[in-house]
């Protein structure tokens, strides 16, 4: 009989790659609730029109990459691409911008595309976001960068930079898409792609066909059309950032992909990756609340690729922390029932213990207490439960010190809160 695989395209995790994929996502939601946002979980798959009205109709996700299929009521349902939309949707739904705002959650999970897999892009992904829904200030647009920059911080990342733009306010675009569209009426181009630019003449910056990238290097440049306004919360991104040594480039042509975004945008990349090289970005969406049927609320976010930030970890050489491992293995010998007990009483400590089972011998148990990665181990026999006295072994260093039972948990504690002190 077949074995059954993974579908193609789907990035899964298992031990012990599945220990550094959880570093990674737990890290980004930490610095997330260090600044205040809070959990909200969200559904996996939407109606149809949420992501067509709130993603954009012009983009590649809505035209080209969505699962989108009939429920059993005939009803139109989509799996998520991407978090934003169904934030705002949950957020007027529930009336969350009726209270204090700016409305600040994080939401995490995977996401959907059907994209062509490669190094990189998947079909189905893993995302940490943030949003912070209610106001228009750019300190609130700098403080959602800080978050990703000081969760990449904490990763050790360090080749990765950061690229910055605005897309400026709805004059702003006004004024620009006239002139853009008569630079794109001009170009020799095909039908599609024309069509394409009359529904979002922004999507041919998008477009990663090299003939198209020479058209568009003469185009005109947003940036030069900017309002006073939208100019002054550009050089007052630029200032805070500075402030706080959170270094940028300014990218002129940086284009999002989704349609929603203005004002502020940006984007992190890490060089390490080739093609799929962007670990993240977000930008303001100053007109989607109002879009989805709700309030003229500013918001701003950020969508964090928790896969390729796993493979910039990995290109950087850097490792989960030894504070995730095991604290210890137990090894019985022929005491399986005491075992469990202790462990279970050393669990309720919070200390992360896992044991032998199926009555091994003890070259095998050490074989698996030395897989398990614990930082220590203890064999359990009939002579160490009569006497209440174990060997308590440090898996690194070969060191063994006796230790009575009903000090272990106290004596782990301690040398766990010192643990690499020595080395």
């Known amino acids: 009989m077949a074995k059954f695989q993974a579908p193609k395209g789907v990035s899964e995790y298992f031990p012990d790659r599945s220990t550094h994929f959880d570093f990674v996502r737990s890290t980004i939601i930490e610095s997330a609730r260090n600044a205040g946002y809070q959990l909200m979980e969200l559904p996996v798959f939407e109606d149809t029109e949420l992501f067509a009205r709130g993603v954009g109709e012009s983009t590649d996700v809505v035209r080209k990459e ?18 934003t939309a169904g934030v705002m949707r949950a957020v007027i739904e529930h009336n969350l911008d009726r209270g204090q705002l700016p409305v600040k959650v994080y939401y995490s999970g995977a996401f959907f595309r059907a994209e062509r897999p490669q190094a990189g892009r998947y079909r189905q992904f893993y995302q940490v976001g943030i949003e912070a829904i209610g106001l228009s200030d750019p300190r609130i647009d700098v403080e959602v960068i800080a978050v990703a ?20 306010d709805a004059k702003t675009r006004e004024n620009y898409l006239i002139n853009l569209r008569s630079y794109i009426k001009g170009l020799d181009i095909d039908d599609e792609t024309r069509a394409r630019a009359e529904l979002n003449p922004l999507r041919l910056f998008d477009d990663k066909r090299p003939e198209i990238k020479v058209l568009m290097e003469s185009a005109p440049v947003l940036l030069e059309y900017l309002t006073p306004e939208s100019a002054s919360d550009f050089k007052k991104v630029q200032e805070l ?3 706080l040594e959170i270094p940028f480039v300014i990218n002129k042509r940086m284009v999002r992909g989704l349609d929603y975004y203005t004002g502020t945008a940006f984007e992190f990349v890490h060089p390490d990756l080739g093609a799929q090289s962007g670990i993240g970005g977000g930008g303001r969406y100053d007109g989607l609340m109002a879009q989805l049927g709700g309030q003229e609320l500013s918001g701003i976010g950020f969508g964090l690729g928790v896969d390729r930030i796993l493979l910039a970890c990995e290109a950087e050489g850097l490792v989960a922390p030894d504070d995730l491992a095991l604290d210890l293995y137990i090894v019985p010998l022929g005491t399986g029932d005491q075992a469990l007990a202790i462990a279970e009483s050393l669990r309720a400590r919070g200390i992360k213990v896992d044991l032998s089972f199926g009555d091994k011998a003890l070259k095998g148990a050490m074989k698996s207490a030395d897989k398990s990665g614990a930082k220590y181990a203890i064999v359990l026999g009939a002579d160490e439960v009569s006497s209440g006295e174990v060997s308590l072994k440090e898996m690194k260093t070969g060191a063994v010190a006796s230790v009575t039972l009903g000090s272990l948990a106290n004596e782990i504690i301690e040398r766990i809160t010192h643990y690499g002190d020595h080395s």
């Not at 969505?66 to 978090?83: Q, V």
């Not at 920059?149 to 400026?168: K, N, P």
């Open 66 to 83: 969505m699962y989108t299929f009939e429920d059993r009521g005939g009803r139109s349902i989509t799996l998520r691409p991407e978090g």
């Open 149 to 168: 920059h000081r969760a990449f911080a904490a990763l050790g990342l360090t080749r990765y930079h950061l690229e910055i733009t605005s897309l400026g």
């Open 241 to 243: 950032l500075t402030a």
